[in-house]
Each structure stands twice: as structure tokens, then as C-alpha cells.
């Protein structure tokens, strides 16, 4: 067993590693651009929406707000009409950069954390440095790409973006397995 504060350089290290990649995955190689479309008659559904004073938040349309109004005849009749919408609505204006990225590289840091506790707990000093990038590269991937499977599964977000999003979790799995394999104690 490797003591988890000894490991504080490889969880530093490979969320700098994570962060980056992510950054060039989204900034340069473009492709989750097709994540997102835009609505028919933007304008107007913008319009709509700020008409009806709708504050940030996320909504269902229809909203049902109980299981038993789910099964209701006026309910049923609004989701066969549509639309069904899950909407997130963010407050007016820019999105906060600094706000955002620092909450990712947060993440980053918890996941790498959370790998540096499990690969701790399952190999010593010297340890095979296979087995050592196998728990922290799938302790990261089971954190950075098989949750984002639910959005798809309730959410309906496109399997596409989730099959892409699932390909940056995987890179960021390699990059934090080897990381954490390349500086294991008494490697």
C-alpha cells in the first residue's frame, strides 16, 4: 500500500495532463461541434421563453409533476401532441470562463484523487506498473465517460455525443493511468 499524500505530484500532474487535452480536444480538433443544433425559429422560441420570464433552471415540457398525473388522459394527450422538450436555461449573458473551467479542473483533480486512492489501495511501492496504470486509467475512465451514458439513456442526448464524450474519457484515462504509472513510487 503507497501512502495517498505520496501520490500528490501524479494527481496534480495528471489533471494538468487531463485539463489540457480536454482544452485541445474542444478548442482545436472541433469535433463535439455538431453536439448541439440550433432550434427552428430561434428567435421566436427565444422570445417565447422571455416572455414567459423563465428564470435558469431545468424543465421538462410537459411537466407532469407526479406519477399519477403521468398516467392522466390530459398529460398522455400533451406528450403525444409535443413538443417534449428537456430544456436547460442558463442565466442572460456570456458564459462565466473562469467559473467553468475552474469547476472542471475541480473535477479533474477529485477524479484523479479518487484513482490515486483505489491504484494506493491495490499496489505497493515498486508494484508492476501495469497493474498500477490498469486501476488508475479505468478508475478515471469509469469517472470521466461511463456517466455520461445516463444522459443518453433518460435524457435522450444523442449516442453520438455520448460516444464521443466516451472517446475523451478514454483519453483521459490513458493520460491519467500513465501519469500515475510513470510516477509510482519506487518505479
Do not use: C
Amino acid at each position: 500500500m503507497v501512502p495517498l499524500l505520496s501520490l500528490w505530484l501524479p494527481i496534480l500532474l495528471s489533471a494538468v495532463l487531463v485539463f489540457v487535452a480536454s482544452s485541445v480536444i474542444h478548442m482545436m480538433l472541433g469535433y463535439h461541434r455538431s453536439d448541439f443544433r440550433s432550434l427552428p425559429r430561434e428567435d421566436a422560441v427565444g422570445a417565447a421563453l422571455r416572455d414567459a420570464d423563465v428564470p435558469p433552471g431545468d424543465y421538462a415540457m410537459p411537466y407532469a409533476g407526479s406519477m399519477k398525473a403521468m398516467s392522466s388522459p390530459e398529460f398522455i394527450e400533451r406528450m403525444n401532441r409535443g413538443p417534449v422538450a428537456l430544456i436547460s436555461v442558463r442565466r442572460p449573458g456570456p458564459p462565466r470562463m473562469g467559473q467553468t473551467l475552474a469547476l472542471w479542473f475541480g473535477l479533474i483533480l477529485v477524479v484523479s484523487i479518487f484513482a490515486a486512492y483505489l491504484a494506493s489501495r491495490a499496489a505497493g511501492p515498486g508494484a508492476d506498473l501495469k497493474h498500477v496504470f490498469r486501476m488508475a486509467a479505468t478508475t478515471a475512465f469509469v469517472a470521466y465517460a461511463l456517466s455520461t451514458w445516463t444522459e443518453s439513456i433518460w435524457f435522450n442526448r444523442k449516442w453520438s455525443t455520448t460516444v464521443k464524450n466516451t472517446v475523451d474519457g478514454l483519453i483521459y484515462a490513458l493520460l491519467t493511468g500513465a501519469m500515475f504509472a510513470w510516477l509510482w513510487p519506487g518505479a
